[in-house]
């Protein structure tokens, strides 16, 4: 919330946020721009809709676990089978073995949301090593200052789940 306006999805926060403060993250050339968009539309369209509600989501909250043994079987087999796909594509082709980010050698806010995405992984114990750009540049993501500070509440939830046994990556 800012004052009266209120935005409620995450990318159009960040882009909102960025564009305020005039971040760098934020390119303003509109080819740079433009891919950043690009990568954040990829990740909301594509890989989180797989590992998030497919995988993640009905595993670790009541609300989104199916109706039957088989279709939750059913529901995590196709999740974890789509977002190995995507995550091949975003280890190959998207970050690939010279990119240190997302979009290049600077810093983005589509690697805060695309991280972010990846990150409620975590909560299932997820293993990228299958994917080492993948790797790279989530380890990197996760030295920033801040990571511990804005994932600790996902940490804390992952703790609680510490005994519980999942379908992952």
């Known amino acids: 919330e800012d004052g009266d306006f209120r935005l409620t999805e995450s ?34 369209s594509n890989i989180y809709k797989d590992i998030g509600y497919g995988l993640v989501y009905p595993q670790t909250f009541p609300t ?46 589509a690697d805060y949301l695309g991280a972010e995405m990846l990150s409620c992984g975590e909560l299932i114990r997820r293993d990228f090593s299958a994917y080492p750009n993948v790797t790279r540049w989530f380890d990197k993501m996760k030295t920033l200052k801040s990571w511990p500070k804005v994932n600790e509440v996902c940490y804390g939830f992952a703790g609680s789940l510490k005994d519980q046994k999942f379908v992952a990556l």
């Open 64 to 109: 989104h676990k199916r109706r039957s043994d088989e279709a939750q079987a059913s529901t995590l087999a196709w999740g974890k089978e789509k977002a190995q796909d995507w995550l091949k594509v975003l280890d190959q082709h998207l970050i690939g073995p010279t990119k240190t980010y997302l979009c290049g050698d600077k810093i983005t806010i």
């Open 11 to 44: 990318s159009a926060i960040l882009k909102y946020l960025a564009d305020k403060k005039g971040s760098p993250s934020y390119p303003k050339d509109l080819r740079e721009r433009a891919r950043v968009n690009e990568m954040m539309d990829w990740f909301n």
